[in-house]
């Protein structure tokens, strides 16, 4: 049973850097499978996708976001991390890491959400 | 474009039917998952694909696409399918894009 946790401050200062991390239990991040994803949702709003990474190293983001975010895996950890600079209180959201399957671009596993405040 | 369109939101009396629809450019070439999410919880994947549930999804939900726009159809709702419904959809270019969700109540 694949599973997925996030983790990480709850709180950033605006300006500065979110950094979240996503711990995978019941599958690799090296899976051929699965593009390791990070989507987000501000309060009230809808779902946001920010973007995604896959094990030989192509990754793929929100053209809204390309200039500030990066995702990436950490193989010897099995997780994969969100970096999100220069952030605004607009990127005050809950963060979720998800598994997207490669075959059908489908969503299949999602993390339970981490809430990340920016404040001034 | 690779924009979705959902209706804001939509009613079903109990027991009854209710097609929630997601329209959009990329419907045209690449199928739509929809998502479930209730209130406090992440979304859960209820149908993607040309014609797939996932495991535990009752066969009340089914999905379909015709052209532009893809539906997502609850056959004799339930209590506990009041929830905010969710499509996505890849483009050309690998990105990802949500629509921006839909209210169902069930009356």
């Known amino acids: 049973q694949v599973q997925l946790q996030e983790s990480g401050p709850g709180l950033v200062k605006a300006s500065e850097t979110l950094s979240l991390t996503c711990t995978v239990s019941g599958d690799s991040v090296s899976s051929t499978y699965s593009y390791w994803s990070w989507i987000r949702q501000a309060p009230g709003k809808g779902l946001e996708w920010i973007g995604y990474d896959y094990y030989i190293g192509t990754t793929k983001y929100n053209p809204s976001l390309q200039s500030r975010v990066s995702i990436s895996l950490d193989t010897s950890k099995n997780e994969f991390s969100l970096r999100l600079r220069s952030v605004t209180a607009a990127d005050t959201a809950m963060y979720y890491c998800a598994r997207i399957g490669t075959g059908d671009d489908a969503i299949h596993i999602w993390g339970q959400g981490t809430e990340v405040t920016v404040s001034s | 474009s690779s924009e979705l369109t959902q209706d804001p939101a939509v009613s079903v009396a109990l027991g009854q039917t209710v097609r929630i629809t997601c329209q959009g450019d990329s419907l045209r070439r690449y199928y739509a998952s929809w998502y479930q999410q209730k209130p406090g919880q992440a979304p859960l994947l209820v149908f993607y694909?040309?014609?797939n549930r996932p495991s535990g999804i009752p066969d009340r939900f089914s999905g379909s696409t015709s052209e532009d726009t893809a539906s997502l159809t609850i056959t004799g709702a339930q209590a506990e399918d009041e929830a905010d419904y969710h499509c996505n959809c890849r483009d050309r270019s690998g990105y990802h894009v949500f629509g921006p969700g839909t209210k169902v109540t069930v009356l």
């Open positions: 694909g040309e014609n």
